[in-house]
């Protein structure tokens, strides 16, 4: 069973920068594409960036690209998000997501979740 764990959420100020974890663990993730999702009050669910575990490469929404930036680390099972220059519309509860055989931008695709972890940047 896939388990994804974030970790790393808290609060900063606008212009300010916050690294987000995601443990993995439970199978071998060679295959797999992981994404961070986010949501904000009263808003939808929305796609940020993904990464493909085997190639490395990553994609982003417009709205991130150029400010936050995906990686991994193979020997830690482990999903990076840092943000940069952040901004008070980043304010969100961040999630990451993980699925074997989906590698796009829609929520409803991807097989296994974190719990979450929030986000919150001050004017």
């Known amino acids: 069973q896939v388990q994804l764990v974030e970790s790393g959420g808290g609060l900063v100020q606008a212009g300010g920068s916050l690294r987000l974890s995601c443990a993995a663990s439970g199978r071998t993730f060679s295959s797999y594409t992981m994404a961070w999702f986010r949501q904000a009050p009263g808003k939808e669910r929305e796609f940020v960036g993904a990464?493909?575990?085997?190639?490395?490469?990553?994609y982003y929404a417009d709205s991130v690209k150029g400010r936050f930036t995906i990686s991994r680390d193979n020997a830690k099972n482990t999903m990076y998000l840092q943000m940069n220059s952040l901004k008070p519309e980043d304010t969100a509860v961040y999630y990451c997501?993980?699925?074997?055989?989906?590698?796009?931008?829609?929520?409803?695709?991807?097989?296994?979740w974190g719990q979450g972890a929030q986000v919150t940047v001050s004017s």
């Open positions: 997501a993980a699925d074997k055989f989906y590698s796009g931008r829609n929520r409803f695709n991807y097989d296994y």
């Open positions: 990464i493909t575990w085997s190639s490395g490469s990553t």
